[in-house]
């Protein structure tokens, strides 16, 4: 629970699973009592449906009563390699599109992505391994593309087509429940790639000059619709986490030693062992009168909070 709300909304349920907001209303209003986020962690490892069914079951089983369940924004997208000779920052010369804005993104001087329009309906294309490094540490995405290494694309990038929509542009194309929807994907992802964004060569000329490049032909006809699970992503995501905690808690562990070396005046070189860095962090703890290093009871208490943080729906 976080300690403060959002955009209107008193309570905010935020996991790795879900990211749910409440609003202080017992019946609808103008804007929904609940907004649901399903992570993308969860949509790639348990499946669409499944993700959706899950939440709504968890949300009836509290006691709520869900007279109609509809989607405000849906993201679709496509990962497809591409020869890095194409990856430039004048491709958005080559984009024609029903929305005015077209921006280039720059990690320094290198071209990292591409989002036009920002209204009801807006595209990205970037380039979804140097994302992975430089923000989200999806490194799980890897078992989605097949568990390959990142070093087998050399000369080739991998970027992702993605495609926001918020209510208001699904209104306008499908007029259904959020189970229905799911079923006009591939409906919406044509207009999506056919009518509203396509890359074509000759920027310039008479549309009736003008072809889709090849890789976008790709893009049109490759969409697969409702993706089927990836379990073995908790398995990476998971390992990811521990990775991460490990490489935190050695930075804070050795530092703990280092002021203890100095304040006892021990020589530079002095010999430093791993079990003796864990020694000093358990006299240093009962030292200041830290009972969460000697009592279990505390202890369960506080491991029992921190699950809740890491929690994934198996």
């Known amino acids: 629970?976080?300690?403060?709300?959002?955009?209107?909304?008193?309570?905010?349920?935020?996991?790795?699973?879900?990211?749910?907001?409440?609003?202080?209303?017992?019946?609808?209003?103008?804007?929904?009592?609940?907004?649901?986020?399903?992570?993308?962690?969860?949509?790639?490892?348990?499946?669409?449906?499944?993700?959706?069914?899950?939440?709504?079951?968890?949300?009836?089983?509290?006691?709520?009563?869900?007279?109609?369940?509809?989607?405000?924004?849906?993201?679709?997208?496509?990962?497809?390699?591409?020869?890095?000779?194409?990856?430039?920052?004048?491709?958005?010369?080559?984009?024609?599109?029903?929305?005015?804005?077209?921006?280039?993104?720059?990690?320094?001087?290198?071209?990292?992505?591409?989002?036009?329009?920002?209204?009801?309906?807006?595209?990205?294309?970037?380039?979804?391994?140097?994302?992975?490094?430089?923000?989200?540490?999806?490194?799980?995405?890897?078992?989605?593309?097949?568990?390959?290494?990142?070093?087998?694309?050399?000369?080739?990038?991998?970027?992702?087509?993605?495609?926001?929509h918020r209510r208001e542009a699904l209104k306008a194309l499908i007029d259904c429940d959020v189970f229905n929807t799911f079923e006009y994907l591939d409906r919406i992802w044509a207009y999506d790639t056919q009518e509203w964004l396509k890359f074509q060569n000759n920027p310039g000329e008479h549309h009736t000059k003008r072809n889709n490049l090849p890789w976008w032909n790709i893009v049109q006809n490759g969409f697969k619709g409702i993706q089927s699970p990836t379990p073995f992503i908790r398995k990476r995501a998971y390992r990811q986490d521990k990775k991460q905690l490990c490489a935190q808690a050695y930075g804070l562990l050795t530092s703990l030693h280092a002021i203890t070396l100095e304040e006892q005046d021990k020589n530079i070189n002095h010999g430093v062992s791993f079990d003796g860095i864990i020694s000093t962090f358990v006299h240093e703890s009962r030292l200041l009168n830290n009972k969460r290093v000697s009592e279990p009871e505390i202890i369960t208490q506080d491991v029992s909070k921190k699950r809740a943080r890491y929690h994934r729906i198996k």
């Open 1 to 164: 629970m976080r300690s403060h709300g959002i955009h209107g909304y008193s309570w905010l349920l935020d996991g790795k699973d879900y990211f749910i907001k409440f609003f202080n209303l017992m019946e609808p209003g103008k804007r929904p009592n609940i907004m649901v986020e399903i992570r993308s962690e969860t949509l790639h490892s348990n499946g669409l449906i499944h993700s959706t069914e899950y939440i709504l079951d968890v949300l009836e089983g509290l006691g709520i009563e869900l007279k109609s369940v509809k989607p405000s924004r849906i993201d679709l997208f496509m990962d497809i390699r591409l020869d890095e000779r194409l990856w430039l920052s004048s491709l958005k010369n080559y984009a024609v599109t029903r929305a005015n804005l077209k921006s280039t993104w720059n990690y320094g001087s290198k071209f990292t992505g591409l989002s036009i329009g920002k209204g009801n309906i807006c595209a990205r294309l970037y380039d979804k391994i140097n994302e992975i490094v430089l923000h989200s540490n999806k490194t799980w995405m890897l078992s989605v593309w097949g568990d390959t290494s990142q070093y087998l694309f050399e000369g080739v990038k991998i970027i992702r087509v993605e495609f926001q």
